[in-house]
């Protein structure tokens, strides 16, 4: 008999059609492949004849499922060709079709790779209240429509939060949850605290898993606070608008939404002012940056729980692990703007929900009704995520057995919108007042209100959807102040696990049925929709600040990806020596994920950031020194030039938040009178204003400021005291 090696058998499964096995034994192939149990792990032994040796015979074991070996080789080969410059995407697509492939194959031998699913609990929804409950329910309603009232008359179309409405809100939302709350049982967590209470002690164990876990968080820190001050270098424009709001918080305008600069809703500002006040940052970059860095850290160990929830700790945890080390996440943690405020309420509201669905605790629809009407107050693409909320729900209706759980649901469903909606209350009722200011952004980038359409409406939603989904392997966008432009939004290690991971989740579907598996899916496009309905501005997608919520579903899925190839190779390792070699794998590619994104925010974002900011940080350090030695800051100016640094940002860089630098050229002739020391600062290019300063103080000195940064010089022109010339007309 003609047998076939190890090498032919693997070619002839690889390309059918160019090998062919027929002239083999194939039930012998067949019974030493177990493929007659595609269950069983791949095995294949063959007996080679060493015919030098004459009867000796060498056995062969190749334990390792091939096809999954090959899925990961093609998929990282097709992300490096994806990887700027020089990008490669048609034979990308090659590649990542091979990995495609070699699932399929994984899928049609019946790998355990789709069998990795924790059940949910099956146990009928509680609906029943109490008397007390009843009563409290009354009370939340009546204390309600009384916050309703109150917010009316606290102000026109510029509501603010008083003592009053604040009382029967709260009053209003406490007594909801009083009303709603199970109090059966108790969990781990509250039974953990009570045996430490009565024990007075804290036991603490250090497990290897325990250490992991330490490992990683301080991982994770380090790359979401390190640098923090220096990564982003300077602000632009929309951090002048944020920390005026700031600034009037912190004076006791305590506004219900902010109308500057298009209108802002209310969280970041509050949550700001109180990190300034607790750091003593004050009004500066340094406490925008330190709030959203905070703000993307709290959404992790949600992303942990829920990636547990779906999955196992490991998944949970390499969940946490891919997520805070993402360039994407730590971005737009970084940036100083709402952005992370989307993933930072849209994390436990997803979290709670699914939990709650499968475990059947009424509570996690309390707690997913506060997450989603205090995301309503942070940034303006979580307006979305009630209907990813409904979808959730109505693929659990469609998929469940159980009848009585399809009816009860609509109850915890009512519970979740109830809440919501008390949190929301103050945004909605600003919202019936000035409808413009709240939806005005919205409205030109969904609608036609600042220009058309350029193109047929439904070609451009499916053009965004297209640009939006493949951002992670690709392109994400062209914004340079939060993004590396023109690249993908994963690295290379998690792009290629997170394709992966959603063809596992796929093909667990299929087999398997469960809701929370298509749900996992359908909700990364599904958050990323504030960006692909972007219908007016298709320029303006995708970016990874109005995509921000698939973030949790994004790091699941490469965790998936991830636990699940390696646990597989994990399983089919017969020794030692060959589970140490797989554990060694997997732990280079993750440090070598942690180092590309290590590479993209501190050194190559940070270097492209600086390239384009204007110094408006040096701007204001000069006067600021000015200020603190020969000169008063009443006395500085900085002469606009077009598309230079935004003079409100050098204020708040000098120390002095509410003042503006800004000294147009028709207004010079306003200081002459002044004879103590000025200070006007120029971009080198306006030679015309340098010129009327001249005229008029032809005694002062002239010095260009190196900034060390290519074409971010400028000139400081230096008028000393009492050389200025007395105005015409006096002696």
């Known amino acids: 008999m003609n047998e076939p090696s190890v090498l032919d058998y693997v070619k002839a499964k690889l390309f059918p059609w160019k090998y062919n096995l027929d002239q083999w034994d194939m039930a012998e192939i067949t019974r030493r492949s177990g493929a007659e149990n595609p269950n069983e792990d791949f095995k294949s032994e063959v007996d080679v004849e060493n015919r030098s040796l004459g009867t000796k015979r060498v056995h062969l074991k190749l334990n390792m499922p091939w096809y999954l070996f090959l899925a990961l080789v093609f998929a990282l080969i097709g992300q490096i060709l994806l990887e700027p410059p020089g990008q490669l995407p048609v034979i990308a697509a090659i590649f990542y079709f091979f990995s495609f492939c070699m699932i399929v194959i994984a899928f049609l031998k019946k790998d355990k790779l789709f069998a990795h699913f924790p059940m949910a609990n099956d146990q009928p929804i509680n609906t029943e209240l109490t008397k007390n409950q009843y009563v409290a329910l009354i009370v939340s309603f009546i204390a309600l429509i009384i916050a309703f009232f109150a917010f009316h008359k606290s102000g026109n179309n510029d509501l603010r939060f008083n003592s009053l409405n604040l009382f029967f809100w709260l009053l209003s939302l406490a007594s909801f949850v009083y009303a709603m709350f199970d109090f059966r049982g108790n969990s781990p967590l509250k039974i953990r605290v009570r045996d430490m209470i009565k024990a007075k002690k804290v036991n603490l164990t250090i497990t290897p898993w325990f250490i992991l876990v330490a490992g990683v968080f301080i991982l994770v820190v380090f790359f979401r606070f390190s640098q923090l001050n220096q990564i982003l270098g300077e602000m632009f424009s929309d951090h002048a608008e944020k920390l005026l709001d700031v600034y009037d918080v912190l004076k006791g305008d305590y506004h ?46 949600f992303i942990y729980k829920l990636g ?334 077009a598309h230079w640094v935004d003079t409100r940002l050098v204020g708040i860089v000098a120390g002095f938040p509410t003042r503006d630098f800004a000294l147009w050229p028709e207004h010079f002739a306003e200081t002459v009178p002044v004879q103590d020391q000025k200070l006007f600062i120029l971009k080198p290019e306006n030679d015309e204003a340098l010129q009327q300063l001249r005229s008029l103080y032809p005694n002062a000195a002239l010095y260009r400021f190196d900034s060390g940064r290519e074409g971010k010089d400028f000139l400081i022109f230096d008028v000393p005291a009492l050389v200025a010339p007395l105005p015409i007309g006096k002696p």
């Open 256 to 301: 219900v939404f902010f109308v500057r600069n298009t209108g802002r809703e209310f969280f970041q500002f509050y949550w700001t002012a109180l990190i300034a006040i607790v750091f003593k940052t004050g009004i500066s970059f340094l406490s925008l940056k330190l709030g959203t860095a905070l703000a993307g850290f709290i959404a992790l160990p």
């Open 308 to 641: 547990k929830e779906l999955g196992n700790k490991w998944i949970g945890l390499l969940a946490f692990f891919f997520a805070g080390i993402s360039y994407w996440h730590n971005l737009i943690s970084r940036v100083g703007l709402r952005f992370p405020l989307y993933p930072m309420f849209a994390a436990p509201a997803l979290y709670f929900l699914i939990r709650g669905l499968r475990q059947k605790r009424r509570n996690d629809f309390i707690y997913a009704g506060i997450a989603v009407g205090l995301g309503l107050h942070g940034y303006s693409s979580t307006r979305f995520l009630p209907f990813v909320i409904l979808v959730g729900i109505i693929l659990y209706v469609l998929h469940t057995k159980n009848k009585d759980n399809r009816l009860n649901v609509i109850f915890l469903l009512t519970i979740l919108i109830i809440a919501s909606f008390i949190v929301f209350l103050p945004l909605f009722k600003f919202a019936l007042i000035n409808p413009e200011a709240v939806n005005y952004r919205a409205l030109t980038r969904l609608g036609t209100l600042e220009r058309n359409y350029p193109a047929p409406v439904g070609l451009m939603f499916l053009k965004n959807l297209w640009n939006a989904v493949t951002m992670f392997f690709y392109s994400n966008g062209n914004t340079w102040v939060h993004s590396i432009p023109f690249r993908p939004a994963l690295d290379i290690v998690s792009a290629a696990f997170f394709f992966i991971g959603n063809l596992i989740v796929i093909g667990r579907y299929i087999r398997l049925r469960n809701w929370e598996d298509i749900f996992l899916l359908m909700s990364v496009p599904l958050l990323m929709m504030p960006s692909i309905l972007s219908l007016a501005y298709p320029e303006e997608n995708p970016s990874l600040n109005r995509t921000s919520g698939a973030i949790i579903p994004v790091f699941i899925l490469t965790a998936i990806g991830f636990e699940g190839l390696f646990r597989r190779f994990f399983s089919v390792s017969r020794t030692n020596l060959h589970k140490s070699l797989v554990a060694v794998i997997a732990f280079g590619l993750l440090i070598g994920s942690a180092n590309l994104n290590y590479d993209l925010v501190f050194h190559q974002f940070n270097r492209q950031f600086m390239q384009n900011a204007w110094n408006s940080s040096q701007i204001g350090g000069v006067i600021r020194g000015f200020a603190d030695s020969v000169g008063d800051a009443d006395n500085a100016y900085v002469v606009p030039s």
